[in-house]
């Protein structure tokens, strides 16, 4: 048997087994019923990564606008090196002539 081999067959019980963990406790027709305290664990849990979701959004937010005020500044600021240039050809052309 070859290193690949191995790795693949360790490879597929990892994820027969990560299935088996994220699967635990669904049986057919709904998940097992489970303790009060389980459930209160869940929910605060589930508060605190919808909190920490909150924050990655509102720091998305506030980058996506920085990004968009920088776009906007470098676009002015090409616009006006583009009215210069074409300034500075006519005064050239004017100086050729």
Not at 26 to 50: C, K, P, V
Not at 51 to 64: A, T, Y
Request: hydrophobic share 30%; aromatic share 4%.
């Amino acid at each position: 048997m070859n290193p690949r081999s191995i790795k693949v067959r360790f490879g597929c019980r990892d994820m027969r087994n990560s299935r088996v963990a994220l699967f635990d406790g669904i049986e057919e027709g709904g998940i097992r019923a489970s303790s009060s305290y389980s459930h209160e664990i869940d929910e605060h849990e589930n508060e605190r990564a919808m909190e920490g979701l909150q924050d990655r959004v509102n720091l998305l937010k506030r980058l996506s606008g920085d990004i968009h005020e920088e776009v906007d500044s470098h676009n002015r600021m090409l616009d006006w090196m583009g009215n210069d240039m074409d300034a500075s050809r006519g005064i050239l052309s004017g100086t050729m002539d």
